[in-house]
């Protein structure tokens, strides 16, 4: 399985490329994009202009792309929003086949109607099915890749036996008969208790983000309604019964702002299920972290990398997951669980 990391700015490239990643996704919102529409018409879903989570001028996509022919380590752009308005497309087409000019060639698209506009363009370039696209299934699965994807990207929500029964289907069906398809998971980071599809949040600089405020997520007994009696009071403290990772597998949202508290996957990790993934078919496993301390990212990458080179090495799930967790979290993990082990 290879390392698909988030890059939040050129400058982050080489130092992630050197602590093991093998490619990389950002976003693209350039400044008269943002201007013209603001937050409300999202082109990425990541409006945000206070720190490092986007590329924003064909300078430095130009300068990417230089490190990108020295380094042979692919960046896939990201075009996120669910829709776009009608007079967008052409924009959105345009901007694509100016990067493929620079040497993008794979894009991470959520839109369906965006895909379709790219074929009946002729603008050849491949595509990732965006994670942000919501439900998936078998049937969700073969019709999308029936549009030439080169890769599917599970949301956060699938479960290993969910992608398993997915990808299989797809196989079976010889729905990527143009090309081998890619799949690729979650595996550290921004766990979020929303569906990407179904968040209504405005990822922006003038307000908080939804996933950022606390909560608990389990079985509502009668000790714990008790604390569920105001809207804004204990409701979104964890339980007691809850302490660590909850019964669906999420705790409360960990502060990142504290850099020198590094965690790994302290906002979210899916290594103990690294065994079931790779048998399930997952090609590449997926590291969020656009916009987050440069620091932790790089050794989020190390991490990562690590916890691979043992799989390789590994003789049956349970030796993986008990030498990776002597490795890496010697001192405990976070508890908060992409995939729970059942």
Not at 160 to 176: H, L, Y
Request: charge should be negative; proline fraction near 2%; hydrophobic fraction near 35%.
């Amino acid at each position: 399985m290879k390392i698909v990391a988030g890059l939040g700015s050129v400058d982050e490239y080489i130092r992630y490329c050197e602590a093991g990643a093998d490619e990389f996704f950002c976003g693209y919102v350039p400044y008269k994009w943002t201007k013209k529409y603001g937050t409300m018409m999202a082109l990425n879903r990541r409006e945000v202009l206070c720190c490092n989570v986007q590329i924003g001028g064909e300078e430095e996509l130009e300068i990417l792309a230089s490190m990108i022919h020295v380094y042979q380590k692919p960046v896939h752009l990201t075009f996120n929003s669910l829709y776009y308005l009608p007079e967008q497309y052409p924009l959105i087409g345009q901007m694509i086949s100016n990067c493929l000019e620079m040497g993008f060639r794979s894009y991470i698209i959520a839109d369906p109607a965006l895909i379709l506009y790219l074929h009946e363009q002729g603008i050849n370039c491949e595509i990732h099915l965006s994670g942000e696209l919501g439900e998936m299934n078998s049937s969700v699965a073969e019709t999308f890749a029936e549009m030439k994807l080169k890769r599917i990207i599970f949301h956060r929500k699938n479960s290993t036996a969910d992608m398993q029964a997915v990808i299989e289907a797809v196989e079976r069906n010889q729905c990527s008969k143009a090309g081998q398809m890619e799949y690729e998971a979650f595996v550290l980071n921004e766990l979020c208790q929303f569906s990407g599809s179904f968040c209504n949040s405005l990822h922006c600089d003038e307000l908080g983000h939804l996933c950022r405020v606390p909560y608990w997520m389990g079985e509502v007994g009668d000790k714990q309604h008790e604390r569920c009696t105001g809207a804004y009071g204990e409701s979104s403290q964890q339980s007691p019964e809850s302490e660590g990772c909850s019964e669906s597998g999420e705790s409360d949202s960990i502060d990142e702002d504290a850099e020198a508290d590094y965690i790994c996957g302290q906002s979210g990790c899916g290594l103990c299920e690294l065994y079931a993934l790779q048998k399930a078919g997952i090609t590449h496993v997926k590291l969020v972290g656009r916009g987050n301390y440069v620091d932790s990212m790089e050794q989020d990458i190390r991490n990562l990398r690590k916890a691979l080179e043992i799989l390789e090495q590994a003789e049956s799930e349970e030796l993986f997951r008990k030498k990776m967790k002597q490795e890496l979290f010697s001192g405990g993990c976070s508890g908060n669980c992409y995939y729970l082990q059942e």
